[in-house]
């Protein structure tokens, strides 16, 4: 069965239509963060699922603030996001049901092999943070409202240090786009592993920094209330959710692999 990916600016479209006709309850609209779909692995997962249950899955592939706006505003089925601190104002504020673990991996710090900034050896983050702020090094932010830009601004932020040195880039573009402009640029750039593992090797730059704490990145999948938006397919979207959690999703997300290299380590047993 065939999948359709959306980018956010083509889901207004896609809404207007979908509104436009009579629902279809064997299609599913799912809002993810675009590490998802940059890295690979919908596109591994999803015939899988539709294969096994007959249900389609059309994705609009955004930054994570983008996803559960669109969930806010019941325009899709589920999201699938990579930000704790929104996904429990997204629940507790009510548009978000069932809320599950899925999986997880984590944040590096790529810049080019030269190390401007010196951040190599430094041992946290705060500390790699401070000396590319300090050396007017250029840092590229995703500015996307997304998960890896709410994650880049906490650390700033948890740090005590603001991010307004003159080496300072916000593009408000996917990670794709600003994995490429670091590369052209020389620059550094915080990114999710996942996507720096299928980006990797068409990128001149190296993995400098890793392993901090503060660099876990877990993921989501939260149903859209249908208390709230009943026009929504919840059974549908409990189905793929199920799908998600259950032994043979968690398996898949673990068995996927970009260069022989894990890229999501599946955890719903730690609900």
Sequence with gaps: MKKTTFSFAAAALILISYSATSADDTRIRLATTTSTYDSGLLDYLLPKFEQDTGYKVDVIATGTGKALKMGEN????????????????????????????????????VGPESD?????????????FENIAKSGAVFISRGDDSGTHKKELGIWA???????????????QGMGPTLNMASEMQAYTLTDRGTWLAYNNKLALKILFEGDEQLFNPYQVIIVNPERYPTTQYQAAKVFSDWLVNPKGQQLINEFKVNGQQLFVANADKQ
């Design 116 to 128: 401007p900034a010196k951040i190599a050896d430094e041992k946290n983050i705060a500390k790699v």
């Design 158 to 172: 948890q740090n005590k240090i603001e991010p307004n040195f003159g080496g300072y880039r916000s593009i408000g």
């Design 74 to 109: 019941g325009d899709v089925d589920l999201v699938m996001t990579h930000a704790p601190k929104a996904e429990a104002s997204f629940v507790e504020a009510g548009f978000g049901v069932l809320p599950r673990k899925l999986m997880y991996n984590d944040f590096v710090l």
